[in-house]
Nanobody
């Protein structure tokens, strides 16, 4: 059974930092492209950052220089370090694993207060 379990969300003031974690089980983690997405009510889910199995990284323009995605294949975990957070970063953040199949986590709420 595949599971992606996110953690690390919460309430933070603008300018603060959070680190999200996504622990995967049931997949060969090292072979998957891992991504963080976010969604606010009434809007489409958007890609925040992704990292391929080979380490190639892609960021949403609005988070470049503030967010860092990285993975630890030994721990089957992908992280999203978020700094200089803004109220516009408020959303539910989802972890996604993509290879031959696609899997999503359940999401974790991030709320940035002004």
């Amino acid at each position: 059974q595949v599971q992606l379990v996110e953690s690390g969300g919460g309430l933070v003031q603008a300018g603060g930092s959070l680190r999200l974690s996504c622990a995967a089980s049931g997949i060969i983690f090292s072979g998957y492209t891992m991504g963080w997405y976010r969604q606010v009510p009434g809007k489409q889910r958007e890609l925040v950052a992704s990292i391929t199995s080979g380490g190639s990284i892609n960021y949403l323009d609005s988070v470049k220089g503030r967010f860092t995605i990285y993975r630890d294949n030994a721990k089957n975990t992908v992280y999203l370090q978020m700094s200089s957070l803004k109220p516009d970063d408020t959303a539910v953040y989802y972890c996604r694993a993509l290879a031959s199949r696609l899997y999503w986590g359940q999401g974790t709420q991030v709320t940035v207060s002004s």
